[in-house]
T-cell receptor, first 114, second 115 residues
Framework: ETGVTQTPRHLVMGMTNKKSLKCEQH?????MYWYKQSAKKPLELMFV???????ENNSVPSRFSPECPNSSHLFLHLHTLQPEDSALYLC?????????????FGSGTRLTVV | AQSVAQPEDQVNVAEGNPLTVKCTYS??????LFWYVQYPNRGLQFLLK??????LVKGSYGFEAEFNKSQTSFHLKKPSALVSDSALYFC?????????????FGSGTRLQVQP
């Protein structure tokens, strides 16, 4: 384990369902990120939280809703998703948003929308 | 436009042979360059980075990468491949964009090492 834990590992949901992805880190990092990894496409940055405040939202549809209640936890709330949202969702953390700090990634949640 | 190119979707190499995974980039400013590896059903793991200094960077698991400014390349290399090196490799450019950190990922190269 890398120190960044994501649950669940796999999720199958219908287009009318509401579900949440969870990410947890106890590395003492204060920045957390959500990435989307689709087949044969580069990783796409979705959201950035620094010190529990959202600092970046990369034009992500409103059916994805992030929440960062504290510096150790990050959630991604999902509702009325589309089949094209099926992907691997990766959470990452870093000690700061300064680029001297590398990222630590979780193992991801494999999401399938049916 | 800022971009990172990994021209090969897949690289096949026999165990014990040297391997190279290619990466070229097109970004402004002074980027930091990274390689990450992703094993099946796992997240990305840091391999190595180049910020400044010696153009040859050594990283984890015997990997190294050579920064070439004139060719804007940052190819990943290993003198002798192992079957356990089989994974998906990502080249990443980390730069500052209007005061914000911006990572650009390559599309990934799958390395297959045959016994």
């Amino acid at each position: 384990e890398t120190g960044v834990t994501q649950t669940p590992r796999h999720l199958v949901m219908g287009m009318t369902n509401k579900k949440s992805l969870k990410c947890e880190q106890h590395l003492g990092h204060n920045a957390m990120y959500w990435y989307k990894q689709s087949a044969k496409k580069p990783l796409e940055l979705m959201f950035v939280y620094s010190l529990e405040e959202r600092v970046e939202n990369n034009s992500v549809p409103s059916r994805f809703s992030p929440e960062c209640p504290n510096s150790s936890h990050l959630f991604l709330h999902l509702h009325t998703l589309q089949p094209e949202d099926s992907a691997l969702y990766l959470c990452a953390s870093s000690q700061g948003v300064d680029r001297n700090y590398g990222y630590t990634f979780g193992s991801g949640t494999r999401l399938t929308v049916v | 436009a800022q971009s990172v190119a990994q021209p090969e979707d897949q690289v096949n190499v026999a165990e014990g042979n040297p391997l190279t995974v290619k990466c070229t980039y097109s970004v402004s400013g002074n980027p930091y360059l990274f390689w990450y590896v992703q094993y099946p059903n796992r997240g990305l793991q840091f391999l190595l980075k180049y910020i400044t200094g010696d153009n040859l960077v050594k990283g984890s698991y015997g990997f190294e990468a050579e920064f070439n400014k004139s060719q804007t390349s940052f190819h990943l290399k290993k003198p002798s491949a192992l079957v356990s090196d089989s994974a998906l490799y990502f080249c990443v450019v980390d730069r500052m964009d209007t005061g914000r950190r911006a990572l650009t990922f390559g599309s990934g190269t799958r390395l297959q090492v045959q016994p």
